[in-house]
């Protein structure tokens, strides 16, 4: 690991190698998903991070993606949670690769998508995780996000966060 990985939004020139990165990471932390066929944001990745109002961050290291977060406008799925009249965000695709976990390059990572949300006049990032992703919650809360609720669901007990800015 050199001395600091640099943190750069994504260019058209990364989109392959940023989708074979999330998805890799994506495989690894949620085997099962990866059967179920490319997700609509990376599908669109360009589409939505690059043209439209979404943001995405890529940590590289030597050259090489290390790291990646990003952003998209929430999209109203989850009943539960209204942000009505709020510019809402979604937080997605958190990744570290395990030889650069517990630096603070994840903190890094989103604190400069943070600033890109309040750059672009975005007043809630929500989020949803997972208790079984080791250090997961309490690396959002750290964040200053707030557990908003927690789904019955005995295999998922999806997580739902949100940090107003």
Do not use: N
């Amino acid at each position: 690991m050199s001395s600091s990985p640099i943190i750069q939004a994504v260019t058209a020139a990364d989109i392959p190698e940023a989708l074979r990165f999330v998805l890799q990471a994506r495989t690894e932390l949620f085997p099962t998903l990866s059967a179920t066929g490319m997700p609509a944001d990376l599908a669109r990745f360009e589409a939505i991070y690059l043209q439209g109002d979404g943001q995405f961050l890529l940590a590289r290291d030597e050259g090489q993606i290390v790291a990646a977060i990003g952003y998209l406008p929430y999209d109203r799925r989850f009943p539960q949670l209204d942000y009505q009249g709020h510019k809402t965000v979604e937080v997605v695709r958190l990744f570290v690769l395990p030889a650069f976990r517990r630096c603070g390059l994840a903190r890094e990572l989103y604190r400069a998508l943070e600033a890109m949300a309040r750059t672009e006049g975005v007043e809630v990032m929500y989020l949803h995780t997972h208790p079984f992703l080791p250090g997961a919650i309490d690396f959002w809360l750290r964040q200053g996000f707030a557990v908003v609720d927690v789904e019955a669901d005995p295999v998922w007990q999806t997580t739902h966060m949100q940090r107003f800015l």
